[in-house]
T-cell receptor, first 116, second 113 residues
Framework: EAEVAQSPRYKITEKSQAVAFWCDPISGHATLYWYRQILGQGPELLVQFQDESVVDDSQLPKDRFSAERLKGVDSTLKIQPAELGDSAMYLC??????????????FGEGSRLTVL | GENVEQHPSTLSVQEGDSAVIKCTYSDSASNYFPWYKQELGKRPQLIIDIRSNVGEKKDQRIAVTLNKTAKHFSLHITETQPEDSAVYFCAASMGTGGFKTIFGAGTRLFVKA
C-alpha cells in the first residue's frame, strides 16, 4: 500500500540553526499539506499545495519558515533560524483532489524536531 | 477562517461502555467532516467521515452525526474495547480548493479493561 514518505524521522538542532524536512506524497496526489503538531494538541495547518502552487500559507510564520514543491511532487519545509518553540512533530499529508477525491488525508510518519 | 472546537479533552470509559466526542465548527462553508484516530507514536488515520448532505453515518461500532444548523458533529463509539484507546481528532474541511482541513485539539480516550 502506498504511503507518504518523510525524512528525517528525528532531528535535534540548536536554536538559530537551519533545518529542513522532506516529504514525498502518494503518487498521483495533487494536494500536499504540511502540519505542525505540538505534543498534546491537534495538527495545525502550515501550508497547502495544489500541484506546485501554494493555495494556503496563512498560518506559516514566513519570517522563518519556507516551503516549496517545485515540480509538484515532493516538497521541502525549511526553518531558519530554528527557535525553541519550533519543537514539534511536522506532519506531511497528501490527498487526491480530482476524480475519486474524498477529502481523506494520508499522513506520513512525521518528522520530530527538538530545538535545544 | 475555520475554527474547530472539540470536547472533552480526555475521556475515560469502562470496556463495553459507549464513548461520545463532540465538535463544533465555525464556517458554514465547511462540508466534509472526518475523524482521525492517532495511536501513540503513530500517524493519524481516518476512521470515519461524513459529508454535509448526510445527517448520520455508521460503520460497525462507530458512528458520526452532523447537525448543520447548529454546526455540531459527534463521534459515537459503542462497545468500547481497550484497542480503542487513542487520541481522536475531529476536523472540518471545505470541498473546494483542495480540501483545506482544520483539526480540533483532540480527545484522549482511555478504555479501561
Amino acid at each position: 500500500e502506498a504511503e507518504v514518505a518523510q525524512s528525517p524521522r528525528y532531528k535535534i538542532t540548536e536554536k538559530s540553526q537551519a533545518v529542513a524536512f522532506w516529504c514525498d506524497p502518494i503518487s498521483g496526489h495533487a494536494t500536499l499539506y504540511w502540519y505542525r503538531q505540538i505534543l498534546g494538541q491537534g495538527p495545525e495547518l502550515l501550508v497547502q499545495f495544489q500541484d506546485e502552487s501554494v493555495v494556503d500559507d496563512s498560518q506559516l510564520p514566513k519570517d522563518r519558515f519556507s516551503a516549496e514543491r517545485l515540480k509538484g511532487v515532493d516538497s521541502t519545509l525549511k526553518i531558519q533560524p530554528a527557535e525553541l518553540g519550533d519543537s514539534a512533530m511536522y506532519l506531511c499529508a497528501s490527498s487526491r483532489s480530482t476524480g475519486a477525491a474524498t477529502g481523506e488525508l494520508f499522513f506520513g510518519e512525521g518528522s520530530r524536531l527538538t530545538v535545544l | 477562517g475555520e475554527n474547530v472546537e472539540q470536547h472533552p479533552s480526555t475521556l475515560s470509559v469502562q470496556e463495553g461502555d459507549s464513548a461520545v466526542i463532540k465538535c463544533t465548527y465555525s464556517d458554514s462553508a465547511s462540508n466534509y467532516f472526518p475523524w482521525y484516530k492517532q495511536e501513540l507514536g503513530k500517524r493519524p488515520q481516518l476512521i470515519i467521515d461524513i459529508r454535509s448532505n448526510v445527517g448520520e453515518k455508521k460503520d460497525q461500532r462507530i458512528a458520526v452525526t452532523l447537525n448543520k444548523t447548529a454546526k455540531h458533529f459527534s463521534l459515537h463509539i459503542t462497545e468500547t474495547q481497550p484497542e480503542d484507546s487513542a487520541v481522536y481528532f475531529c476536523a472540518a474541511s471545505m470541498g473546494t480548493g483542495g480540501f483545506k482541513t482544520i483539526f480540533g485539539a483532540g480527545t484522549r480516550l482511555f478504555v479501561k479493561a
